[in-house]
């Protein structure tokens, strides 16, 4: 596979509603799209989902930008690409979330050559054909919380994230318990959850939740090691796993009992791949992340979450929740809870160039 163009889009797209959780407050999401060219015309995308600022993990969409317009598309345009997973040959592990983008793009490009859907180049396995969608709900007041969540009851979500911190994480997720005793609940605490605070963790212990994600605020695996052997519900990590190696400590100090996934914060699907056999062999849990990212990635996530073993519906919702226009065609629906997994060749989707050209800031093209 020659490359002949790549370009970077750098787009600021503002949110419908302010989300917020216990490490920051977003209103707009800046992001990278890539769009890459092959010899025959064939073009994929991939998206960088870094952040502007370091809250989640270190890397930022300016080191991004930087290393892309420095190194990697440069780089593309100089050799023949055999298959995608090749580049992470030289792609630099400390950005993830950089390498992840460019992976994806080529093997959007890689897959529509062969006429055949992203999943079908990455995982020899049947999937489904649709998927359970899964709703986030930021840090609101209890009222809110009850009024989101019926609202979304009545669309046929059935499983529900919700971002707690120390202070109230207990009382509202009993509350929302209480009015709902057989809701699909799961809690994360955005590692915002400090020594002092355990007693409230084992209190949120015996709520019944599906998992707990991330509660530990600056802590180690050693730390979740204790905290998991002490607590019934399945810890869920996150931004705590980066890579592989993570993941095998993870286990081998039983560390935890659920994994989140996410393609950027990993490195792409080369590592996904090697992730999910990891938790498939010692029997954890793994369910698909999302980012508050673009349709381009979110679709990917999509495609992930159509696995046959995840273990509940990822955090996935409609393209409308987040942002006025997204900028895939069709954009992500929900049909009474469900989301149809695209079957055409690449990510099964198209993109919409001029609701693409309206969130650009920036554009820059390699030929």
């Not at 060219?37 to 890397?59: H, I, K, L, M, Q």
């Not at 900028?327 to 099964?348: A, C, D, M």
Request: with cysteine; aromatic share 8%; glycine share 6%.
């Amino acid at each position: 596979m020659i490359i002949k163009k790549a370009e970077l889009f750098l787009l600021d797209m503002p949110l419908k509603f302010t989300f917020k959780t216990s490490q920051t407050t977003l209103n707009r999401r800046e992001t990278i799209i890539l769009k890459i060219t092959d010899e025959f015309g064939n073009t994929g995308y991939g998206e960088v989902v870094a952040f502007s600022d370091p809250f989640y993990t270190s890397e930022t969409l300016a080191d991004a930008k930087r290393l892309l317009l420095e190194t990697y598309l440069p780089r593309l345009l100089q050799e023949e690409i055999v298959h995608p997973f090749d580049i992470h040959a030289w792609l630099d592990r400390a950005y993830p979330m950089t390498g992840a983008g460019v992976e994806n793009a080529l093997l959007d490009v890689y897959a529509r050559r062969q006429d055949i859907p992203v999943m079908a180049a990455v995982f020899l396995e049947e999937t489904n054909t649709q998927i359970e969608a899964g709703m986030v709900l930021g840090d609101l007041d209890s009222a809110g919380l009850l009024k989101q969540i019926e609202q979304y009851l009545q669309e046929g979500y059935v499983r529900f994230k919700i971002k707690i911190k120390p202070q109230d994480g207990f009382a509202k997720l009993n509350m929302i318990r209480t009015a709902y005793p057989y809701l699909k609940l799961l809690a994360d605490a955005n590692r915002s959850f400090r020594s002092e605070h355990i007693p409230e963790l084992m209190k949120i212990d015996g709520l019944g939740l599906l998992c707990l994600e991330e509660p530990l605020a600056e802590a180690e695996l050693t730390d979740y090691q204790k905290l998991q052997a002490e607590m019934q519900t399945p810890v869920c990590l996150d931004e705590s796993i980066l890579n592989v190696a993570d993941l095998e400590k993870a286990i081998e100090l039983k560390a935890c009992r659920a994994l989140n996934i996410k393609t950027g914060r990993v490195g792409g699907l080369f590592y996904v791949r090697q992730m999910i056999e990891l938790c498939r062999k010692h029997h954890i849990y793994y369910w698909i992340g999302s980012m508050v990212e673009s349709g381009i990635s979110k679709i990917l996530h999509v495609h992930l979450a159509s696995l046959k073993d995840t273990y509940i519906p990822g955090d996935l919702s409609p393209s409308q929740r987040y942002f006025p226009q997204d900028i895939i065609r069709p954009e992500v629906t929900v049909q009474n809870g469900r989301i149809e997994v695209p079957r055409g060749p690449g990510l099964g989707i198209a993109v919409d160039e001029n609701v693409l050209a309206d969130y650009t800031v920036e554009h820059h093209i390699f030929a």
